[in-house]
């Protein structure tokens, strides 16, 4: 990879954005990050920002300009909201980002989605890219990132080579949504095994997510397979979900999850928690909703085999490093509170 070659990430201050930005800056490429807030950190390191919202037409023509490739990372995520805040960020704002890559000359665009984009409510065990797009969900989130991912492979052509990576539960050092979560929830006792407990999922460390972005600029490069195609990204490793919860808990010394809901029972309380929430003037997300139950207790893993074979992508952190990586330091961290 050419050095010079200059390079825009879109949500670069996230957790997985800022990855991206750390790869591609050991590359000793040019950075820039489209954000709502600067990072002084990555300032001072020669990353130029460009600080606006997605949608912002100026501001994305002026962040494209000059770029050989956009690793469109940002997004609005959550199992809750108003669909048209999902909406007017993840679709609306993707259409405007691919509207000032074809002005700027833009060469490649990698799309960061996710793979809820294919829910349908079933177990799905060993899942391929050959799932169709979910147009049926009861959280907008996978709704709008499904309609966004349809409009970047529609998107492909000659002039703007475009793919879509869909990588499920990151998570690593410095995680702050997926661990942080289940660990205060399983600290207030609020959290319950849903369902019997023994379905298996994926997840991809966030080291692994960020290469699989750089290697798919690299096959959009070449213009081959990659073109105009979607890809699951994760370890490669499914495992059973709560089987792994209780494991880092135990590490940590803390209260296993021993206590259970069905998943019926479990979706009820969902939709009442759904209907509270939009009736009521209640803040955050509810406790449970349909969606999440459904995440909890079913089967969602998936066949990366078309990553290996077109991108090359190879994950580098295995779930037993990265594991004990984590749990090395939430131990650090644990004494460092007590002291």
Same mark, same amino acid.
């Given at each position: ?18 990855? +991206? ?7 000793? !490429?040019?950075?820039? =990050? ?6 002084? $950190? /990555?300032?001072?390191?020669? =990353? ?58 833009? !060469?490649?665009? =990698? ?13 799905? @065990? ?6 169709? %797009? ?9 709704? &709008? ?14 002039? %703007? ?16 949504? #997926?661990?942080? !979560? ?8 609020? /959290? ?21 972005? *750089?290697?798919?600029? &690299?096959? %959009?490069? @070449? ?21 792994? +919860? ?5 590490? *940590?010394?803390?209260? %296993? ?24 003037? #209640? ?20 066949? +990366?085999?078309? @990553?290996?074979? $077109? ?5 580098? =952190?295995?779930? !037993? ?6 749990i090395a330091d939430l131990r650090a961290r644990k004494h460092a509170a007590r002291t």
């Amino acid at each position: 990879m050419d050095s010079r070659s200059p390079a825009l990430v879109t949500g670069g201050t996230g957790f997985l954005g800022r990855h +991206i930005v750390e790869q591609l800056l050991a590359q000793g !490429r040019r950075v820039t =990050v489209l954000a709502r807030h600067p990072a002084p $950190d /990555l300032q001072e390191r020669g =990353v130029t920002f460009v600080c606006a919202p997605l949608a912002e037409g100026p501001a994305l023509n002026e962040a494209c300009r000059g770029q050989d490739t956009v690793f469109h990372v940002a997004a609005k995520v959550g199992v809750w909201g108003r669909h048209e805040d999902f909406y007017r960020t993840n679709v609306l704002g993707t259409r405007a980002l691919l509207a000032a890559c074809r002005a700027a000359g833009v !060469r490649q665009l =990698v799309h960061t989605s996710t793979p809820s984009v294919v829910y349908n409510g079933r177990d799905l @065990a060993g899942a391929d890219e050959s799932l169709p %797009l979910t147009r049926d969900c009861p959280s907008p989130y996978p709704l &709008t990132k499904a309609q966004a991912e349809r409009e970047v492979l529609a998107a492909n052509s000659e002039q %703007l080579r475009c793919c879509s990576l869909r990588p499920h539960l990151i998570w690593g050092l410095g995680d702050p949504h #997926l661990v942080p !979560r289940v660990l205060a929830s399983a600290r207030a006792g609020r /959290l319950r095994i849903v369902g019997t407990g023994e379905n298996r999922v994926d997840m991809v460390h966030v080291r692994n997510a960020a290469q699989a972005h *750089l290697l798919a600029e &690299t096959a %959009l490069r @070449a213009g081959g397979a990659a073109c105009g195609r979607p890809y699951f990204i994760t370890n490669g490793e499914p495992l059973r979900l709560w089987g792994w +919860i209780n494991g880092l808990l135990s590490a *940590l010394g803390e209260p %296993l999850i021993e206590k259970r809901i069905s998943l019926g029972a479990a979706r009820t309380v969902g939709a009442a928690c759904e209907l509270a929430w939009r009736c009521l003037p #209640l803040k955050g997300e509810p406790p449970m909703t349909r969606f999440v139950a459904s995440e909890l207790a079913k089967d969602h893993w998936f066949d +990366i085999s078309a @990553a290996r074979r $077109d991108l090359g992508y190879i994950p580098a =952190v295995t779930m !037993r490093e990265g594991t004990q990586e984590l749990i090395a330091d939430l131990r650090a961290r644990k004494h460092a509170a007590r002291t």
